[in-house]
């Protein structure tokens, strides 16, 4: 069956190391999506991207970066991690058009210390 | 800017009640409406999905509805089950960023044995 995996699934790290959390999916989706779920703010689009070579920013992006090299990966990376990042990350794809609906993957937790 | 709100944040419910979940909007101009489900310390589980020019979707005993004009969604549950506690999100796609969801807050349905 098609899934959605995320590696790893709890990360601890310490201010200013760069960290690169894994989603990797085997939907042949083209699109991608990063978002983080923090208690009073829900999920917020991080980065996302429609296809290989493709990355665009969303609403919370500063501090992360991705890149997109083939069409089952999409590693998010946060530079020099701050205490603030810590929270819950999910990555999610969809296919390009039909009902665009979105499939998640079972999120890393990634503490900042 | 697109803005999604779900009330109630919790509800507490005896087993085989049949509830309401709702959901509301600000931007009438979406793309799609989709309903998850989420276990404490899982990812999101898609439930529904209804296109723009749809009103319902019906998937066993649960029945979206979707009506754009007012902004608002809900989503029925008959015949509640203790299995059914989790929290329910509603994310919306708005239409020009079509494959981007914009999630509300969520409400936390605990169904009681």
């Known amino acids: 069956d098609a899934e959605i995996t995320q590696s790893p699934r709890h990360k601890i790290t310490e201010t200013g190391r760069q960290v690169t959390l894994a989603c990797h999916q085997t939907w042949n989706h083209n699109n991608m999506f990063w978002y983080r779920q923090d208690l009073g703010h829900g999920l917020r689009l991080i980065h996302y991207?429609?296809?290989?070579?493709?990355?665009n920013k969303g609403e919370v992006s500063d501090g992360y970066s991705v890149s997109r090299s083939n069409t089952e990966d999409l590693p998010l990376t946060l530079e020099s991690a701050a205490s603030s990042q810590t929270s819950v990350y999910f990555c999610?794809?969809?296919?390009?058009?039909?009902?665009?609906?979105?499939?998640f993957g079972p999120g890393t937790r990634l503490t900042v210390l | 800017k697109q803005e999604v709100t779900q009330i109630p944040a919790a509800l507490s419910v005896p087993e085989g009640e049949n509830l309401v979940l709702n959901c509301s909007f600000t931007d009438s101009a979406i793309y799609n409406l989709q309903w998850f489900r989420q276990d404490p310390g899982k990812g999101l589980t898609s439930l529904l999905l209804i296109q723009s020019s749809q009103r319902e979707q019906t998937s066993g005993r649960l029945n979206a509805s979707l009506d754009k004009s007012s902004g608002r969604s809900t989503l029925y549950i008959a015949a509640s089950q203790p299995g059914d506690s989790a929290t329910y999100l509603c994310?919306?796609?708005?239409?020009?960023?079509?494959?981007?969801?914009?999630f509300g807050s969520g409400t936390q349905l605990t169904v009681l044995p």
């Open positions: 994310a919306v796609s708005t239409s020009g960023s079509a494959r981007q969801l914009t």
């Open positions: 991207s429609y296809g290989v070579h493709d990355t």
């Open positions: 999610a794809s969809s296919e390009s058009g039909g009902s665009n609906e979105q499939f």
